[in-house]
């Protein structure tokens, strides 16, 4: 069997087109991994190679060390993925340190993964820690509203979170621990990495400053619909405050309260008040 017809290279490959539907993938912006199942490296391994060179990361991951992640490659477009996967997505194996990569699958036309590689790796190693292991897909998108709500907001876990939970009732259940923000930082590098990766121990999602969110999630259902609740309550609050009048009424802290209880979650309450 092709290893485009692997059920878990098919939902990848969909989620990347279903990015590109939303409008969250402008040009060459994005980039979504993936850690694979030992069952799913089994079912796509007879089409590695192994003679592409090992490549440093900057980052160290000792408990990602011999993993496998699908990852989309730099500079590639979400647009074409669905055309063409072997040349805008990868597979690459890390070595025993975890700290470098290579690539076994894909990219047939040259490349590397994306550029956010180091920050992708640094928060799968935070979540797979923080989760035993159910965490597997990390996705980073420009969704429009929510880097809107960067320029008007104050940029403070609390001010965002409050913001995003009050403006459509299931947020707060659909992300009871909230949201963290990432001040204006360099994409690309280390520093970004460690700053997101530190959130990603308390959120499941990181807004970055002007550029776009981070979301963290057991599988692509999962973590796509992360991205797109957060997105669509960036967009009611970003309508609604451009109606010009203000808020005028919202969800109190005692209703975001009753909805915990009545859906049994537990709400991240210091971001309450
Ligand atoms: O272009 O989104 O953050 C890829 C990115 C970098
Ligand atoms: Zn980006």
């Not at 980039?31 to 190679?49: H, I, P, Q």
């Not at 963290?180 to 997101?196: E, F, H, L, R």
């Amino acid at each position: 069997m092709s290893i485009l017809n692997v059920e878990v290279i098919k939902s990848y490959v969909r989620m990347c087109n279903d990015g590109w539907l939303q409008g969250w993938h402008e040009r060459n912006g994005g980039n979504l991994t993936y850690r694979m199942t030992k069952e799913e490296v089994e079912a796509c391994k007879d089409s590695f190679t192994y003679e592409r060179p090992w490549v440093p990361m900057g980052v160290t991951a000792e408990n990602l060390a011999g993993e496998f992640f699908i990852a989309t490659g730099s500079g590639k477009y979400f647009r074409n993925v669905i055309l063409a996967p072997e040349e805008n997505i990868c597979i690459a194996e890390l070595n025993a340190k975890g700290d470098a990569y290579r690539v076994v699958w894909g990219l047939t036309k040259g490349g590397r993964p994306t550029s956010e590689f180091p920050s992708h790796i640094m928060n799968h190693s935070v979540k797979k820690a923080a989760t035993d292991g159910a965490h597997r897909v990390i996705y980073h998108a420009h969704p429009g509203n929510i880097i809107a709500m960067t320029f008007v907001l104050p940029l403070t876990d609390k001010a965002f979170t409050k913001a995003l939970w009050t403006s459509a009732t299931e947020c707060p259940v659909v992300f009871p621990g909230g949201v963290g923000v990432v001040q204006w930082m360099v994409p690309g590098g280390a520093d970004i990495a460690m700053a997101t990766s530190e959130l990603m121990k308390k959120y499941d999602a990181a807004v970055w400053a002007h550029h776009g969110l981070f979301c963290s999630g057991p599988d692509f259902d999962t973590t796509f619909g992360l991205m797109h609740t957060i997105e669509k309550a960036a967009e009611i609050y970003v309508k609604a405050l451009s109606c010009g009048q203000g808020i005028r009424q919202t969800i109190s802290d005692q209703q975001l309260l009753d909805i915990a209880r009545d859906f049994g979650i537990k709400l991240n309450e210091e971001l309450l008040g």
